[in-house]
């Protein structure tokens, strides 16, 4: 966008990047491998395009595309004649936007739904190639198929395709205007037509006015007028209604304190701030936000970084908008255009971050606690006002943007098997300590698939007690089918009741999350193979409570079990009360009570370096085997399959990562080549004293560089306006 040196400088860097090879000599031919891997990722992008058409297509008439229906079925408000924004109206757009759209109302209703899909989807592609080839720098992947995949898998656009909404066309012509339009004049007319279906784009008139397109900047505010004024001219009743008695939509639709609204008029509402000193506040916020997003937005202009600045002033406009609903947020995933970390290891933070935030909801990335409410309830909204104004963005000039600080990867001692650890660089071990944010957020959402599959593959009680029976048949067999009788002696000594109904209830998640955080800030290495091992159990277990239902002792009916932990159940009417809604009462086979405390007990000892210390952690999985038998929660044979996965979980690591231990003093080649300087021998994680860290790094401009507008030696600074 902007200045024509830097918009043609992007384009000039983007074509080298793809057209010459470092040297300067012309590129190879594309190898076999690369490209099956481009054709891998096109289909990867047609099946979601196919998938998610089809799950628009595939509902009936009245469940799909409903903000459609209700504006140009045969009672909607495009449809008929009368105030688009009437008693029971759900419409919302600009009255130039229901000029526009008035036509669709005079399709054939049959095949409006499969037209609006399909344009929709053709719209999203543009959106995506766009951005891709708008991308500056060297990309280790084929941008394109990548930009529209995640765009297809992201909340706003799932949220256009079932709504039927418009979303998309404001961002497209944004882009269109600034990428693609031959001519200022035809770049701000296409802005301008952005602006006038959804009013906050008019941000971007001030962006190509301060980055040298004046003439650009004064089309498209012309343009926004003229439309707005037509739709007055045509509509003067339903204009009045939005601009002065709805200013920019205010009030219409959803109320504007609800969840919907991730803006900072919503969150302001949402938190009790309303009347004059609410208004107030959202607009001392609103112009602090827009002079601080904007200033930022020219900066990576000229620097080069054309999408970035687009996608900065985009969230500014989500984050200032009186109203910006799920499907107005596409511009905070094309805030994926800027670098952010200097080292490898934490460049991919950033990127992790807004998707997850643009493909999940909250629910999902924080957990249901009252103290992260208000983090939970406006997660957009704060991605968006990062993006704006406070993600340190690395400007082109820096030496780390195309080249980050390499990683060191540590060399594991060899193991007995020839062929360990396999050759997959994704599971060789990093010397240094892991980014906590990306573990917090990877682990966060784990646990939330986790408990979500765990829910899914709940089954009738019918299959669920007959493989309960069969279980027990089988430790009859083998006489050990103590559960009964370990079950009424725990219940006649309440004192001993009380304490494993308590340890069942604790520490099944306390014990191995105190075990990673020590891992983590003592010894990063063995963090990762702790870590890696308990992921692969815990995947392992759900395939056992998906394929194979189990009844726990406390749900069988005719066996005179007591559940103390939950108190009596009415097994006739198999409900259990609040808790199936969020747990699944047959995910009994394997144990992951006893298992995690099993790998606690492992790696502890494998770890500790004092024996008492490992004497007190075998006492965990001894504790909660106890516990999960004397309360009636699990079989015997539900302990062995825990510990089955526990060791198969041990044993896939060590096949993709190596042995545990890792050779004194060597690390492999870092991203650049070189080798790793840093000491890769983890150190003891319970020691007397910590041993004094090693950095690394060791690059001689670490710390000196890698914030936004910092030059790099021998390449020019950003071009005079």
């Known amino acids: 966008m902007m200045a024509v040196s830097g918009r043609e400088g992007g384009r000039r860097d983007v074509a080298n990047a793809e057209g010459t090879a470092r040297d300067g000599t012309a590129p190879r031919g594309p190898s076999s491998g690369l490209l099956a891997a481009h054709a891998l990722l096109w289909a990867i992008t047609a099946t979601l395009a196919v998938r998610q058409a089809a799950a628009v297509l595939d509902k009936p008439p009245g469940r799909r595309l409903t903000d459609l229906e209700t504006w140009t079925g045969p009672g909607g408000v495009l449809h008929v004649t009368g105030s688009l924004y009437g008693h029971g109206s759900t419409f919302t757009g600009t009255p130039f936007a229901g000029l526009v759209l008035k036509p669709l109302a005079r399709s054939a209703e049959e095949a409006l739904g499969v037209t609006w899909t399909l344009g929709t989807l053709l719209l999203v592609a543009a959106v995506g190639v766009i951005a891709a080839r708008a991308l500056p720098g060297r990309l280790p992947v084929p941008a394109a198929p990548v930009a529209i995949s995640l765009l297809m898998v992201s909340l706003p656009v799932r949220n256009s395709f079932h709504l039927g909404q418009t979303s998309v066309i404001p961002v497209l012509l944004v882009l269109l205007g600034c990428f693609v339009a031959r001519g200022e004049r035809f770049a701000g007319l296409l802005v301008g037509l952005g602006a006038a279906l959804q009013p906050a784009v008019l941000l971007f008139a001030p962006l190509l006015w301060l980055t040298g397109r004046r003439r650009a900047a004064v089309t498209s505010v012309a343009a926004f007028a003229g439309c707005s004024a037509l739709a007055w001219a045509v509509l003067p009743a339903d204009s009045t209604t939005y601009w002065v008695h709805h200013l920019a939509g205010i009030g219409l639709g959803e109320s504007a304190s609800g969840l919907a609204n991730q803006s900072l008029h919503g969150a302001l509402l949402r938190f009790g701030l309303h009347g004059a000193w609410g208004s107030a506040l959202a607009g001392v916020l609103a112009a602090a936000v827009v002079g601080t997003g904007l200033r930022r937005a020219v900066r990576y202009a000229w620097d080069g970084q054309l ?279 047959y995910a009994a086979m394997p144990s992951l009570h006893f298992g995690w405390s099993l790998w606690c007990g492992v790696t ?46 041990f044993a896939l690591t060590h096949l993709l990562a190596g042995p545990r231990a890792l050779v004194p003093g060597l690390a492999r080649a870092g991203a650049l080549g070189g080798p790793g300087l840093g000491a890769v021998l983890p150190p003891d994680p319970f020691p007397a004293k910590p041993p004094r860290p090693t950095r690394d790094s060791h690059s001689p401009h670490d710390g000196a560089h890698g914030t936004e507008g910092q030059d790099r030696p021998g390449r020019p600074a950003a071009p005079p306006r």
């Open 307 to 585: 999408l970035l600045a687009v996608a900065v002033t985009g969230c500014v406009a989500v984050a200032v908008s009186p109203t910006a609903w799920q499907y107005q947020l596409m511009w905070i995933l094309l805030a994926l255009a800027g670098r952010v970390g200097r080292r490898a290891r934490d460049r991919y933070v950033w990127p992790v971050v807004v998707v997850l935030v643009m493909t999940l909801p909250g629910t999902v990335l924080l957990p249901n606690m009252a103290v992260l409410a208000p983090v939970r309830d406006n997660v957009p909204l704060l991605a968006a006002l990062a993006a704006a104004c406070a993600v340190p963005f690395l400007s082109r000039t820096s030496p780390y943007f195309d080249r980050p600080v390499p990683t060191d990867h540590a060399q594991p001692v060899p193991s007995r098997l020839r062929r360990v650890p396999l050759a997959a660089p994704v599971w060789r071990r990093v010397a240094g300590r892991p980014n906590l944010v990306l573990e917090l957020l990877v682990i966060r959402v784990g646990y939330s698939a986790y408990s979500w599959i765990r829910l899914a593959a709940a089954a009738d009680p019918a299959t669920a007690e007959a493989h309960g029976r069969e279980v027990h048949g089988l430790e009859r067999a083998l006489h050990i089918d103590m559960e009964h009788w370990a079950n009424h002696a725990v219940v006649h000594a309440g004192w001993l009741r009380n304490f494993f109904d308590f340890y069942y209830e604790t520490f099944h998640f306390a014990f191995p999350l105190a075990i990673l955080a020590v891992l983590f800030w003592r010894s990063p290495a063995d963090y990762r193979w702790a870590r890696a091992s308990l992921s692969f159990a815990t995947v392992l277990a759900l395939a056992g409570f998906w394929f194979f239902p189990l009844a726990p002792p406390r749900l069988m009916p005719g066996l005179g079990f007591i559940d103390t932990v939950h108190g009596p159940q009415d097994l006739a009417h198999p409900s259990y009360g609040a808790m199936t809604a969020v747990t699944n009462q």
């Open 604 to 649: 502890v000892v494998v770890l500790a370096p004092k024996l008492w210390m490992k004497l007190i952690a075998l006492l965990d999985p001894l504790f909660t085997l106890s516990a999960i038998i004397a309360t009636g929660n699990h079989w015997v044979l539900d302990a062995v399959g825990g510990a089955t996965v526990v060791a198969a979980g």
